[in-house]
């Protein structure tokens, strides 16, 4: 079964880090992007970051210079590093890949971050 595992959310203080991790299974093959969106509540699903296999990583702007994402490619693994947490991080974020077949989606994990 294909599939996308997230792990790392979790809650935080403003300020703090936290690092997510998502595993593609092994019947996912071919795998060209990989990355991160997020959605808050009543708000539309928004690119967090993307990392194309033989190329760049994009960022959304309000995330640039906070978070990294970064994958390997052997372990078909995506990570994002997040420092530097905001309020307005607060979200679930999902894990994205897509191949010449299909796109894929994780079932999300939360990351809060609150005072």
């Known amino acids: 079964q294909a599939q996308l595992v997230e792990s790392g959310g979790g809650l935080v203080q403003p300020g703090e880090s936290l690092r997510l991790s998502c595993a593609a299974s092994?019947?996912?093959?071919?795998?060209?992007?990989m990355g991160w969106y997020r959605q808050a509540p009543g708000k539309q699903r928004e690119m967090v970051a993307i990392?194309?296999?033989?190329?760049?990583?994009s960022y959304a702007d309000s995330v640039k210079g906070r978070f990294t994402i970064s994958r390997d490619n052997v372990k078909n693994t995506v990570y994002l590093e997040m420092n530097s947490l905001k309020f307005e991080d607060t979200a679930v974020y999902l894990c994205?890949?897509?191949?010449?077949?299909?796109?894929?989606w994780g079932q999300g994990t939360q990351v809060t971050v609150s005072s």
């Open positions: 994205y890949a897509d191949n010449s077949r299909a796109t894929y």
């Open positions: 990392s194309k296999r033989y190329g760049s990583s």
């Open positions: 092994g019947s996912i093959f071919g795998i060209d992007t």
